[in-house]
């Protein structure tokens, strides 16, 4: 098919009509008008920004079939099943399919009725696959995770090397979707999958404001953990660990506490890991332990937090994984654990890699950058934002927004860390350096003439402990690095030498210094206190329809959408056409059941002609015109043979607006009868203004 194909719908009206949403979100609609002209696009957007509907609705915008690569099968299947909610015809192959799915994905598409296509990478192997996508009448190939296709991700799919070839051979236009790509992973997508030709690029904000941020300094972890989801409890929310014991572990704990825990991590069989994968789907309120193999499968939009028992690996790995918290746009909160035992971990997970000296150094810039936001000074978001390229201002919903940390200035104490680092020839690492600082004659110290250099005890003043967290944060600001070719020995960065020098000054913090205790920010509510009693009630009745249906209670609606039912309070399905999330097909199969809840009474069954219009001006337009051939139907006197409009008919004059009896005699259902008898009072209600 052409780059130019012929697109089947306007992209606001399908915004509205299949995913009930009003507006775009920021980004979305100039992406979504790319990819349904055809052009080539990658698209870097965060975690919950709404990628999938940037190829979903283009898909729908044009003719023929578009092919969705994506990485997991539980993602695949999870996309399929919310489409077809939405009344989208989309299918799945995929080695999870029974007989019976793979079939009626293979009628669909022999019969031209599918629009979308999931494929995992690895299907690609199959030489079969490009033979039948070649005759499918494939439009357009879509790629979910697009950064799988770097060879230096820890995500790296080795299938998706081949999307370019199939892109080359299909002869269409190819749009790639990611959240987590440096400069280095967009480029190696360009290259590899756009074969180095520059595609229509969007690099849109990777600020999440409805996620609160923050972090805690270990102090008995399991603790902080209980304390953290106790706060929180009937709420799904994940906890990610370093080990798969400990996952084990907390998830039992957590149990014994009250609350619906299971744990998930790569040693166990796949069976039982699809089976929490779908048991977290499709339950309200569980909380998932797991290392981060628990990853990209993960497509709920309602989990309410993320916390961390141990520290992720970079700040990459820690954006990504806090992204997976409140996906539907409402408030979610995140905790992040750390202690210095993390940084050991991360520093010889990176020191016993197999990539070269400089990639390690690259990923010990970027661990420095996690520890620099875990030990920040101020917001949180603004020095997050400011690694990924960006600025904002104080967001005020980060833990240290809520209660900045006491600081100090630590310009003299960084100079001795930086002079005993200087004059030991950048060779040591912290434990060495601290013990010359508080003039410890250890024998390393002796055998090394260390106790006789100037900085020998200069730091007599501060404990070891104290003298850590000097270190740490000089690590958060990123002055010294571990040399990944010398065991972890600290070498200095040019921004280091201002400060060593006398020509800047630094600030640290005391409370890391005092190793100030918990400092837990206030729980963020979902809905007023006023609201909350019908927001139960409206997560029951999801909960209910949800089971009947056998899907996820967020395929219902998602919590963004019943908190905004629970604020409106809609009265009928006009008003309830207006809730961001609720499409035309929702409205159908659910908008009475909620509209019950809320307005406490049965709604009455509103004809399907009348109920495609709700939300718009032509729905009032329609019941206006209605009322006035009710009143007409025996004509001025009432003496009349009877006479009245099918509801199809008025949905047609409702919608075009006939501006002249001749153009009204045109719409089916108008005959020369009726057009004596409505035809001049319909034109007057057409001609007054909405």
């Known amino acids: 098919m052409p780059r130019d194909a012929d697109h089947d719908a306007s992209g606001e009206a399908l915004l509205k009509q299949v995913f009930g949403f009003d507006a775009f979100r920021p980004g979305q609609g100039e992406i979504v008008d790319s990819v349904a002209r055809g052009d080539n696009v990658l698209a870097i957007m965060p975690t919950g920004g709404g990628k999938s509907l940037c190829f979903q609705l283009p898909a729908l915008m044009r003719n023929g079939v578009t092919v969705v690569i994506s990485p997991l099968i539980a993602l695949m299947r999870d996309q399929v099943r919310g489409l077809r909610e939405a009344g989208v015809c989309a299918g799945a192959l995929t080695s999870g399919n029974t007989p019976e799915e793979t079939d009626a994905v293979w009628d669909m598409l022999r019969e031209g009725r599918l629009k979308l296509l999931y494929l995992a990478p690895e299907r690609l192997a199959n030489g079969g696959t490009q033979r039948m996508l070649a005759e499918a009448g494939v439009s357009m190939i879509a790629v979910d995770e697009a950064h799988c296709v770097s060879q230096w991700g820890h995500d790296f799919r080795p299938d998706y090397l081949r999307i370019g070839e199939l892109r080359r051979a299909l002869g269409v236009p190819l749009a790639a ?42 102090d008995n972890p399991r603790s902080q953990i209980l304390r953290f989801a106790a706060a929180r409890k009937g709420r799904s929310g994940i906890v990610y660990c370093g080990t798969r ?193 508080m003039g410890n004659e250890t024998d390393k110290v002796r055998q ?95 909960t209910s329809l949800a089971r009947e249906a056998s899907l996820p209670p967020y395929m219902i609606f998602p919590d963004r959408t019943l908190i905004e039912m629970a604020e409106k309070r809609p009265q009928s399905f006009d008003d309830m056409a207006n809730i961001n999330g609720v499409g035309a097909k929702k409205l159908q199969s659910y908008g009475a059941q909620f509209l019950s809840v809320i307005t406490g009474a049965a709604q009455e069954e509103m004809h399907p002609a009348r109920r495609k219009l709700a939300g718009q001006d032509a729905g009032a337009l329609f019941d206006r015109l209605q009322e006035a051939q009710l009143e007409l139907a025996r004509g001025e006197d009432g003496t009349g043979k009877p006479l009245s409009c099918s509801n199809a008919t008025l ?40």
């Open 651 to 690: 949905r047609q004059i409702a919608e075009r607006r006939p501006a002249t009896l001749s153009e009204l005699a045109r719409i089916a259902g108008m005959g020369e009868q009726k057009i004596d008898r409505f035809g001049q009072v319909f034109l007057d209600l057409l001609a007054q203004p909405d």
């Open 448 to 542: 090394r003439g260390h106790d006789s250099l100037p900085t020998f005890g200069v730091g007599r003043d501060l404990k070891k402990g104290q003298w850590q967290a000097v270190f740490r944060q000089m690590m958060g600001f990123d002055l010294v690095r571990p040399d990944a070719d010398r065991h972890g020995a600290l070498v200095m960065t040019d921004a280091a030498l201002p400060i060593l020098k006398g020509q800047e000054s630094i600030q640290l913090r005391q409370d890391v210094m005092d190793r100030a205790s918990d400092r837990r920010p206030q729980v963020k509510t979902l809905v007023s206190d006023e609201d909350a009693p019908l927001m139960s009630a409206l997560k029951a009745m999801r």
């Open 177 to 218: 979707f990611t959240a987590t790509a440096d400069q280095e992973t967009q480029e190696e997508i360009v290259r590899r999958l756009f074969d180095g030709e520059t595609p229509s690029t969007f690099l849109r904000g990777f600020d999440r404001p409805n996620i609160h941020l923050a972090f805690l300094p270990k």
């Open 245 to 437: 014991n400990k996952t084990e572990a907390i998830a039992k704990a957590l149990s014994d506490d009250g609350h619906v825990a299971c744990h998930y991590h790569g040693g166990m069989y796949p069976e039982d890991r699809r089976a929490v994968e779908e048991r977290f789907a499709v339950e309200d309120g569980l909380i998932v332990v797991a290392t981060v193999a628990f990853g990209m499968g993960v497509d709920k939009p309602d989990i309410r937090w993320v916390a961390h028992a141990d520290l992720p690996k970079s700040i990459e790995a820690y954006y990504q994984e806090i992204g997976r918290a409140g996906r539907d746009g409402a408030p979610a909160e995140t905790m992040t654990l750390y202690g210095a035992d993390d940084i050991r971990l991360r520093r010889s997970q990176i020191d016993e890699g197999n990539a070269p000296a400089d990639r390690r150094t690259a990923d010990h810039g970027r661990l420095n950058a996690l520890l620099g936001l875990a030990e920040a000074l101020g917001c949180r978001r603004q020095k997050l934002l400011k690694y990924f390229g960006e600025s904002s201002e104080p967001c005020g919903n980060c833990d240290l927004c809520d209660a900045p940390p006491k600081v100090f200035d630590g310009t003299e104490v960084v100079r001795k860390a930086l002079s005993a680092a200087l004059r030991t020839g950048e060779s040591f690492g912290m434990g060495h350096l601290v013990d010359i600082l």
